[in-house]
């Protein structure tokens, strides 16, 4: 057992007018319980009584973490990588539409094993990636030779180093969550781009799925953002969000996973019609999607 980080206040906006919401099971490495808070002022989720940055290690030693392992072993692991070869070219179109830059100084912040990290640099960016999992960087030296440095280089950078920011599915395991965007700040020049992916608490596939809804994935999700809660905390550390885009895959990916741990087997069809359902609302308001990527500007 470990002595959890408990929360008397928002770890976003600070306030004390915090309240349990509801309890998530961590279905992929220790069967165990965790109670998911809520911020009556930003409408931020989180983890409440999480591990500690010391203690969390265990919780992500599973061969079924896709990110770390790159493991292609059952169906929706193969359809992970086949749709992640798309979205790479999606996420590069993505950067330079936003950035105005045909190549810059972009930093990769919990690169996995490297994916995309790679494709920027073999498009010619001067790309900067970290990442906590011993694995995961032995995975990405091996498969596209590239070295990714460590977590702790964030607050070592010289002050406007980069363009670009990104961060796929990554700040919502981050503990020093004010620490890293008082970072993102000095890093990055006014007019610098933040580019964020974290999953939606307030879409139609987390309404439908409760406390199964596969996002919450807790106790390694230590947040669960709306985009009230993002913009907030975007204000309080000088940035603005210029544009939200939903994340198609994810409204799929995330329902059948949900489907397995609510049901035991993944009812695929079920899972497509959510994920088709969560895709339609958001096609009007990406706000509405499963989970959902910011492009922030430092003001
Ligand atoms: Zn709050």
Redesign the pocket.
């Known amino acids: 057992m470990f002595t959890p980080l408990h929360y008397t206040h ?1 770890p ?4 004390d007018k ?1 309240q349990y919401a509801l309890t998530a099971k961590d279905h992929t490495v220790s069967k165990e319980d965790f109670d998911i808070w809520h ?1 009556n ?4 989720r989180f983890t409440q009584d999480v591990p500690t940055i010391d203690q969390i290690g265990p919780f992500y030693q599973s061969e079924n973490y896709i990110s770390h392992s790159n493991t292609k072993k059952g169906f929706i692991n193969q359809l992970y990588h086949l749709v992640r070869n798309y979205t790479l070219g999606s996420k590069a179109r993505l950067i330079k539409k936003y950035s105005g830059l045909s190549t810059g100084r972009l930093l990769d912040i919990g690169a996995g094993v490297g994916a995309f990290a790679a494709n920027m640099k073999g498009q010619g960016w001067h790309t900067t990636a970290l990442e906590p999992d011993t694995n995961a960087r032995a995975e990405a030296k091996k498969q596209y030779g590239i070295d990714l440095l460590l977590p702790n280089e964030l607050y070592l950078f010289t002050p406007q180093h980069f363009d670009v920011i990104t961060m796929w599915h990554v700040l919502e395991h981050v503990h020093d969550l004010q620490g890293y965007w008082k970072n993102f700040h000095r890093i990055l020049p006014v007019g610098g781009k933040l580019v964020i992916a974290v999953p939606n608490y307030t879409s139609g596939d987390a309404a439908n799925y409760g406390s199964y809804w596969a996002a919450y994935d807790v106790p390694r999700h230590l947040y669960h953002f709306s985009p009230a ?1 993002m913009a ?1 905390l975007a204000g309080m550390h000088g940035f603005s969000i210029v544009a939200t885009k939903a994340m198609w895959f994810d409204s799929f990916y995330v329902a059948m996973l949900s489907e397995q741990y609510q049901n035991g087997v993944t009812r695929y069809f079920a899972a497509f019609w959510q994920g088709f359902k969560s895709n339609l609302a958001a096609l009007a308001n990406p706000n509405k999607c499963s989970s959902v990527i910011y492009i922030l500007q430092k003001n």
């Open positions: 928002c976003g906006c600070h306030s915090i911020c002022q930003c409408s931020l809660s907030e």
